[in-house]
């Protein structure tokens, strides 16, 4: 076996693991390291979905009991609707983008140029947003 495709994929599961429950795009961080590895490819895209896959089910495990509480509550409880609602509002952007990215070119790997532009923009909007507000005024008790 290749020592140097091993190392890859440690670095690659290093940088999910790392990222995947901080604030940050687990998923972004994948394209970028995975591009500056030169970790290309058909089969090097598989091995990432696949490594995503496994911090998604993390996940899922993670937070089996509100998923549960939620799918048994979903018409008597509107924090549980609530909760539905905002998941498919946030999934849309990234799916409606993928989507017609992948109409393109059905095996092109995400460009990392996009990626490190959106990390970019968004790091400045939020130095820009906690400079504005960096005293907020909440209401009074």
């Avoid at 970028?32 to 030169?38: E, H, I, K």
């Avoid at 092109?108 to 820009?128: C, E, S, W």
Wanted: aromatic content about 6%; hydrophobic content about 50%; some cysteine.
């Amino acid at each position: 076996m290749d020592l140097i495709l091993l190392l890859k994929a440690a670095l690659l599961g290093i940088v999910e693991g790392v990222t995947e429950f901080i604030p940050v795009s687990s998923t972004g961080h994948l394209i970028l390291s995975q591009d500056l590895l030169g970790f290309t490819g058909r089969k090097e895209n598989a091995f990432i979905i696949f490594i995503q896959l496994g911090a998604i089910l993390a996940v899922v495990w993670l937070y089996r009991l509100k998923f549960i509480d939620v799918i048994l509550n979903l018409h008597r409880k509107p924090e549980a609707r609530s909760l539905v609602v905002n998941l498919i509002i946030a999934t849309l952007p990234g799916g409606c983008d993928r989507a017609s990215h992948r109409k393109m070119d059905r095996n092109a790997p995400l460009p990392p140029i996009p990626v490190a532009l959106a990390f970019a923009l968004g790091g400045l909007a939020i130095l820009v947003i906690e400079r504005r507000y960096q005293n907020p005024q909440r209401g009074k008790r």
